[in-house]
Nanobody, 124 residues
Framework: QVHFVESGGGLVQPGGSLRLSCVAS????????VNWFRQAPGKERERISC???????YYADSVKGRFTISRDNAKSTVWLQMNSFEPGDTGVYYC??????????????????WGQGTQVTVSS
């Protein structure tokens, strides 16, 4: 099967940090820009970050300055370093490949290879 596998979620206190991993399974990561999304309870899925094959990045305003995306194509992995957690960061975090765009832009193309997600809960 062709998909991502996310890991690294957990329970974290406000102000804390976590690093999520997103590993490509069954395809070559270097051909795709990769997006991180999150879905909070009762809310729509939100795009929060993107890593392009040529080094471009995207961050939603809600995470800018707190989250950092990085990738290593040789390891088929994209990471999301998350610092200074706020309660609003709680949700299930997913990664997905943009099947049309290698560069991160304001809008994504067709998304695919979704992972199963990893839960992040921010609570004191």
């Amino acid at each position: 099967q062709v998909h991502f596998v996310e890991s690294g979620g957990g329970l974290v206190q406000p102000g804390g940090s976590l690093r999520l991993s997103c590993v490509a399974s069954g395809f070559f990561l270097n051909y795709y820009s990769v997006n991180w999304f999150r879905q909070a309870p009762g809310k729509e899925r939100e795009r929060i970050s993107c890593s392009g094959t040529e080094g471009s990045t995207y961050y939603a305003d809600s995470v800018k300055g707190r989250f950092t995306i990085s990738r290593d194509n040789a390891k088929s992995t994209v990471w999301l370093q998350m610092n200074s957690f706020e309660p609003g960061d709680t949700g299930v975090y997913y990664c997905a490949a943009d099947l049309e765009k290698v560069r991160c832009t304001e809008r994504t193309g067709t998304l695919g290879y979704w992972g199963q997600g990893t839960q992040v809960t921010v609570s004191s």
